[in-house]
Every structure is written in structure tokens, then in C-alpha cells.
């Protein structure tokens, strides 16, 4: 009998305890995150895949709209194609991407020449409104003679093959008899039946 009101008074100190304890805050917060798990983790996991992929999206935008050294002249103002690729950028590139790069140059005078005949362009095409920044950078994009962009063009014309389909006939391109319809089967059943009376 005496074991039985020691485990009784245990029981009592333990549910009183246990009581005290999911009275507490700190329980209860984790009470709510464990029962709503993994709900809370998601936007942070979320975000942890997409983080990546705008960092490339952002680097892909900062080399497309970046002016390299080939673009300027010898004077250091924009060369025609130079002059086409802004007006690109202000006028085509999706409005949170117009933003001009410009490669600098040797010395501090021929980055301000450069950026200065940007300037010029960016002002002749948007005469009013907010003009698009123009930012200074280091990485100079990768690019390649027009001779050999020609030569590796040509090269892929003269090896693509001449768009033929296969001849229709038996195997794989017959129709199958789920497409051919019913009556053209009876028709066929009837006439070939006729035919050899």
C-alpha cells in the first residue's frame, strides 16, 4: 500500500510540473512551431534556392548592358555600334534593367571621356524623364571579331541539313487502326467481299 501512495504522489508532482511547464511562453512558441512546421522554414528555404539564380540573372544583365573598350574610338567617343547598343538599352531592355555599364579605360581622363560621350548618346535619345543610370565597372565583356562570328555563321549554315521528312508507307509512320475510321473499314471489308463474288 505504501508503494501505491508513493506513485501517487509522484504522478501528482509530475502532472503539476508538466502543467507549469505548457504554462510557460517559451513553451507554447515552441509548441506552435512544432505543430506548424515546416511552414516557417519554407520562405527562408525558398529563398535560399531563388538567391542564386537572381545573382546569375543580375550578372547576365550587367554583361549584356556593358560598353566594352571595342565600342570607343580612338578618341575615346562611342563608335557606331557602341552608339546602337544604348539606344538598345534605353529603349528595348526591360525597365529595371536599363542601366549602362561602361568599361573604364587606362587612366582616369580616358573613363571620363568615355562616360561623358555615353552621356551625350543617353541624352539624344531621352530628351525628357529620368535618364538611365550610368555606372563605371572593371570587367571588360567577352567578345570576338566580326570575322570570326561570320566564320563560325556560315560554318553552321553549312552543315545544317536539308529539312526532309521520312516517305510515308508501313511501320512506324502507317496510321493505326484507332485512326482510320469505322466506315471506311466496313467500306472496305464490304467492297473487298463484293469484289470476290
Known amino acids: 500500500m505504501r508503494w501505491l501512495t508513493k506513485l501517487f504522489v509522484v504522478a501528482i508532482v509530475a502532472s503539476s510540473g508538466s502543467s507549469a511547464y505548457s504554462q510557460s511562453p517559451g513553451h507554447k512558441v515552441l ?6 512546421w515546416p511552414q516557417p522554414f519554407r520562405a527562408a528555404d525558398a529563398q535560399s534556392v531563388v538567391a542564386p539564380f537572381e545573382v546569375m540573372k543580375s550578372n547576365g544583365w550587367r554583361e549584356n548592358n556593358t560598353l566594352g573598350s571595342p565600342l570607343f574610338g580612338t578618341d575615346n567617343a562611342l563608335s557606331k555600334a557602341g552608339t546602337l547598343k544604348v ?5 528595348l531592355a526591360p525597365q529595371s534593367q536599363r542601366v549602362i555599364y561602361v568599361k573604364s579605360g587606362p587612366t582616369q581622363d580616358v573613363t571620363s571621356a568615355r562616360v561623358e560621350s555615353v552621356q551625350l548618346a543617353v541624352s539624344e535619345l531621352v530628351p525628357t ?4 543610370q550610368i555606372l563605371v565597372t572593371d570587367l571588360e565583356p567577352p567578345t570576338s571579331s566580326g570575322s570570326y562570328q561570320t566564320l ?6 553549312r552543315s545544317t541539313p536539308n529539312p526532309r521528312l521520312p516517305p510515308f508507307g508501313g511501320g512506324i509512320n502507317a496510321p493505326s487502326q484507332q485512326t482510320v475510321a469505322p466506315s471506311a473499314q466496313q467500306a472496305g471489308t464490304v467492297s473487298s467481299g463484293n469484289s470476290g463474288r
Open 31 to 36: 509548441y506552435a512551431r512544432n505543430n506548424t
Open 87 to 91: 539606344q538598345w538599352i534605353v529603349t
Open 152 to 157: 563560325v555563321h556560315r560554318a553552321l549554315i
Open 129 to 132: 524623364g529620368p535618364l538611365p
